[in-house]
């Protein structure tokens, strides 16, 4: 009988917003938002999501505002001091960097343009302090951004480049009958390109954005552990990479080119992730050897507050 007391409060507290905040500036604000930027997503999901490349970008945008509805009362906490002219200012430039991505067909400029104004939004809503209290929420947006492809296969070649070498040198000094001509390693009777989506750019992003997610949840203080923690997001991402390759090196050696190109070409991206996490969590446990968790931490782990 208790819970089922509880669970009309505990329902409309997920829609509850602080005392000061006017409920109808917040909805009106939505109604807002939501017209300037759902033709942006329609756009998105037609040229952008649909690849590999930058799949992860809904991901990205609903935990975006899933954290920011999520710690609304912590940013919108205390007296309301709206910045009025800052917060104009910085709708404007973010106005305008979506009217011209939007007119020029850049969707780089569309999808920068959104944590600019929503930025803008908390300080006119509540001020600096609201502002400072959602950094990480509007920090996170920017890891939907579609980069240039000229910046992208800068990037990219290289990672080819050593994923391959490496990949080579272990087989090699495995015993196996591999060789390597640039990117393409040669194993048996077959041949196997190294593709963009093996050099670990996407696979780079896509963990970089999860560990700080993750860095988020955990609510670490310590700076100099969330700066390692971050810094070997990227040797990982490279480990399970190399990893990848060389499951799907073996298989095609193993079983022939129709298996290595079909289910398991796919089920390797899952291999890959499950490895990066996977190692992710361990080097944070090793880090807990030297940075003992304080009392803030212990006072906001998760479920400390539930």
Known sequence: MGAAAKSPSSFASMFSLPAPVNPLAVLALIIGLLSLFVPTYITLADEVWNNDAHGHGPLILGVSLWLL????????????????????????????????????????????????????????????????????????????????????????????????????????????????????????????????????????????SLGLLYMRLMNYRSKARNTLLAIAIVPTSFIANVTRVIILVLVTYYFGDEVGQGFVHSFSGLVLFTVSLVSIYFIDQLLSLWFKPSAADAATEPGASA
């Not at 430039?93 to 979506?98: A, D, Q």
Request: aromatic letters at 10%; charged letters at 10%; proline letters at 5%.
């Open 69 to 208: 509805w999520h710690d609304r009362h912590r940013i919108l906490d205390g007296e309301a001091r709206p910045a009025t002219a800052a917060g104009f200012a910085v709708l404007l430039v973010g106005l305008f960097v979506h009217v011209v991505g939007h007119s020029q067909g850049i969707n780089m400029f569309t999808t920068l343009a959104q944590p600019i104004v929503f930025g803008a939004c908390l300080l006119l809503l509540h001020g600096w302090q609201a502002l400072r209290r959602g950094w990480f929420p509007l920090f996170f947006m920017l890891f939907m951004i579609p980069l240039p492809e000229v910046a992208v296969q800068a990037i990219t070649m290289p990672l080819k480049q050593a994923v391959s070498v490496v990949t080579e040198w272990l087989l090699y000094e495995a015993g196996y009958p591999i060789a390597r001509s640039g990117v393409t390693l040669s194993i048996g009777q077959y041949q196997l390109l190294v593709a963009d989506a093996c050099s670990g750019m996407n696979s780079l992003l896509t963990l970089e």
